[in-house]
């Protein structure tokens, strides 16, 4: 049996005091497509930013591909991409020149060539020449995305990757997560507030709830249990904190 490409071992965090993530533990296999749910305050984002070793844990630990987020952050760094909710790029800059540079920064070879190549790849070719100041939402995730790919990571990391696209923009992101996982095999870690997509994109789940894992499970299982299209939804609505309203971020 092989190892998991994602193991989380008791991984906590805590701000003054506050306990953002209580001994998380759970893993992930090579291929899956990994839906994280909770709500708004449950500590995806500070799972997420621990596993992509922007912030260190309190206590526990977690590798990815083997490499160790606290022992080994460089190597982690390296086969890994990540697409924040609000992806920062340089306005002044066309899409290929903010690209040509983050490649550079990661060390690509061949980085014109690359960035060209990862462009066609999510049938962004047309915005090459184009500054990103004026982008939509849905253009700065797509050419965010490309950032992440840059280096051919074995996880991605996508943190609310819908938030504030339009039904479109949602679909054509959906199918590029579909072509990453298919094509390419990347392991892909996804936080999202829309739980449709969850049921459309994902190959198992996780909900969290004030900090603690309180669901795990593929996603034919929860299908299964619940027996309809609504499935997710109300697995989410019956693990909620009560007194809150049932919102996923």
């Known amino acids: 049996?092989?190892?998991?490409?994602?193991?989380?071992?008791?991984?906590?965090?805590?701000?003054e005091g506050f306990i953002a993530l209580d001994a998380l533990t759970m893993s992930i296999e090579k291929g899956e497509v990994f839906g994280f749910l909770g709500h708004n305050g449950a500590g995806k984002t500070t799972t997420i930013q621990m596993l992509t070793t922007l912030a260190r844990p309190a206590s526990g630990t977690a590798s990815i591909a083997?490499?160790?987020?606290?022992?080994?952050?460089?190597?982690?760094?390296?086969?890994?991409?990540y697409v924040p909710e609000n992806v920062r790029l340089y306005d002044t800059m066309t899409a290929a020149e903010n690209?040509?540079?983050?490649?550079?920064?990661?060390?690509?070879?061949?980085?014109?060539?690359?960035?060209?190549?990862?462009?066609?790849?999510?049938?962004?070719?047309?915005?090459?020449?184009?500054?990103?100041?004026?982008f939509s939402k849905g253009m700065r995730q797509r050419i965010g995305l490309a950032q992440a790919i840059l280096h051919q990571p074995q996880v991605l990391f996508l943190d609310e990757p819908t938030s504030g696209l339009d039904p479109m923009g949602i679909k054509m992101l959906r199918d590029l997560i579909g072509r990453l996982n298919t094509d390419f095999g990347m392991t892909i870690f996804m936080n999202t507030h829309l739980i449709s997509e969850i049921a459309k994109t994902c190959t198992s789940i996780a909900v969290l709830s004030?900090?603690?894992?309180?669901?795990?499970?593929?996603?034919?299982?929860?299908?299964?249990?619940?027996?309809?299209?609504?499935a997710l939804e109300e697995l989410y609505l019956s693990l909620a904190p009560q007194g809150r309203l049932a919102e996923v971020a």
Do not use: W
Not at 105 to 132: F, M, Q, T, Y
Not at 210 to 230: F, P, S
């Open 1 to 15: 049996m092989t190892d998991p490409m994602i193991n989380i071992v008791r991984l906590s965090q805590e701000f």
């Open 66 to 81: 083997g490499h160790d987020i606290c022992a080994d952050p460089l190597s982690v760094r390296r086969c890994i991409g």
């Open 99 to 134: 690209l040509i540079f983050f490649a550079r920064l990661s060390g690509v070879s061949e980085p014109k060539r690359r960035v060209a190549e990862v462009l066609d790849l999510l049938d962004c070719a047309d915005l090459s020449a184009v500054r990103v100041g004026g």
């Open 210 to 230: 004030h900090g603690k894992l309180v669901y795990h499970d593929r996603i034919e299982a929860v299908t299964a249990r619940y027996g309809d299209d609504a």
